[in-house]
């Protein structure tokens, strides 16, 4: 577990780390690069690099934290990755169950995987588990169907690294939405009418709009607002999570 910078949460964890690229926002993934750094700086849990790795010891870390925290899952890789074996998707589901003052935030580019086993019932949804899907391009929308058939309580979407407009988005039973560009030294460049124009469906829907950065080489001199404001818009938290 660590403190995260990423906008939309406040901690990461890790019980797997390591991924395999499956669609064109993963070409210059930041996980992978970030895990190659710290297995030459010597991090044990690193010590495979960005290969798939389980980390069965950390499943007791979210018992040891008593103040409520909203929780990024997975920050360093995919749970629903073929390679996960499902008993241990469903261990990592009964740690969050077990702790419903924590919020618990899953973000997957495989959702037809998603899909596949929560029809088959191996998923048991708390309220307390947000599951979201990658939507980078027009090409990724699909996983929102995949997302909306699920029983997830609380469903959104990442919308980055944003690689081109998103027009006539369903965002029925969508309940939050969240842009960002790339960033890093390869950036490929967000136009702001996509934004934009995700920003007016998610208005005209009703659902929440977060707009977490421009990106770019140098992300924080691109900042964050858009049209002049800063979008931090989240669903609805009860104030059991509230810190």
Avoid at 32 to 46: I, N
Avoid at 100 to 105: K, L, N
Avoid at 227 to 235: F, L
Wanted: proline fraction near 6%.
């Amino acid at each position: 577990m660590a403190q995260s910078h990423i906008e939309w949460t406040e901690m990461t964890w890790n019980p797997v780390t390591g991924c395999d690229k499956v669609s064109d926002g993963c070409r210059f993934c930041y996980a992978e690069a970030f895990a190659k750094r710290l297995q030459a700086m010597g991090v044990e849990k690193y010590r495979n690099g960005f290969k798939l790795t389980l980390h069965p010891e950390t499943l007791q870390e979210p018992f040891r934290w008593k103040k409520p925290r909203v929780v990024f899952v997975n920050s360093m890789s995919d749970l629903f990755h073929k390679g996960v074996p499902i008993d241990y998707i469903r261990q990592v589901f009964n740690v969050m169950q077990q702790n419903p003052h924590h919020v618990f935030q899953v973000l997957t580019k495989r959702a037809d995987v998603l899909k596949y086993y929560d029809s088959e019932g191996w998923l048991d949804w708390s309220h307390n588990i947000w599951m979201g899907v990658s939507v980078e391009n027009q090409q990724a929308m699909p996983r929102i169907d995949r997302l909306r058939e699920t029983d997830a309580r609380v469903k959104f979407l990442s919308c980055e690294p944003l690689l081109g407009p998103l027009s006539e988005l369903d965002l029925q039973d969508i309940d939050w939405v969240i842009v960002g560009g790339e960033s890093g030294r390869n950036a490929r460049p967000m136009k702001p009418d996509w934004v934009q124009e995700i920003r007016e469906q998610c208005i005209a829907a009703n659902v929440p709009f977060f707009f977490k950065q421009w990106g770019g080489f140098n992300k924080k001199k691109a900042g964050r607002t858009l049209d002049g404001i800063i979008w931090d818009q989240k669903p609805g938290i009860p104030k059991l999570f509230v810190s």
